[in-house]
């Protein structure tokens, strides 16, 4: 999970990161994982591992909803909205059912949506479906399952070269990126490492009166993560939905 502060500009701070359950070391690969759902005391007991799944993610909100993060001038701030990626198929409706059933907590699905020839650009919502559009982003209000919901669709395409180029920008102009301080630089190396798996390529998918037509398309790198990639480039989503815009 990662926890970002953003401005009215986009400009966003990367403030923590960690797992849960929370691992020995801040700079690991999947596949070495210490703690996991299987051995951790407070789930591996639970009957299934969608019970684990959920009682984990419901922890998790919980505990980050009572933390309390403070600026270099002593104001005080809490998290107003998590984002929950849903793309994995198998467990999609426990990400939902977490949502729902906890109101007091702002937690939304997310999904990640890549173009492709066929479909070279984000779909625009219907009309009269009752989804609401933004930049690069959809929140789709029919329902997923039998108990209906909300969730939010990004192009994230868009937002991996957003946070690419986020990085690029000067400290603290508009859209730019930058990660919290920390003594020793290695503390950021699993960061670079994921936001460095996938390599983008632009693919052409017409020519029409001198006119080319495409998209971006991003492939990760073979037995590389990309977890904190993906966490940014959900939090730069997560911004906009909620607020901040773009230039």
């Known amino acids: 999970w990662g926890v970002c502060a953003v401005s009215d500009s986009m400009a966003m701070h990367l403030v923590d990161r960690q797992t849960w359950p929370k691992q020995s070391s801040i700079d690991f690969q999947l596949k070495n994982v210490i703690h996991n759902f299987h051995t951790d005391p407070n789930y591996k007991n639970l009957p299934t591992l969608e019970d684990r799944l959920y009682a984990a993610i419901t922890d998790l909100l919980l505990h980050l909803s009572q933390e309390v993060y403070r600026d270099s001038n002593g104001n005080e701030y809490t998290i107003d909205q998590f ?84 990085f690029k920008a000067s400290l603290g102009t508009s859209e730019s990126i930058s990660l919290f301080d920390v003594d020793n630089p290695i503390s950021h190396q699993m960061v670079a490492n994921h936001c460095n798996s996938e390599i ?48």
């Not at 990626?85 to 999904?111: E, F, Y």
């Not at 990640?112 to 779909?123: F, I, N, R, T, V």
């Open 83 to 166: 984002g929950i990626d849903d793309s994995d198929g198998d467990h999609r409706l426990t990400v939902h059912n977490v949502c729902r059933d906890n109101p007091k907590i702002k937690a939304i699905p997310m999904k990640g949506w890549a173009p492709s020839a066929s479909s070279p650009e984000l779909p625009t919502p219907k009309r009269g479906s009752g989804d609401k559009h933004g930049f690069q982003w959809i929140e789709h209000k029919r329902k997923e399952n039998a108990r209906g919901g909300k969730w939010l669709q990004g192009n994230v395409s868009e937002y991996k070269k957003l946070v690419h180029e986020g």
């Open 200 to 247: 983008p390529s632009w693919r052409t998918v017409a020519k029409v009166d001198k006119q080319i037509t495409g998209f971006l398309a991003w492939t990760r790198k073979p037995g590389v993560d990309n977890h904190c990639f993906d966490n940014l480039v959900g939090c730069l989503i997560l911004a906009n939905y909620v607020g901040s815009q773009y230039k």
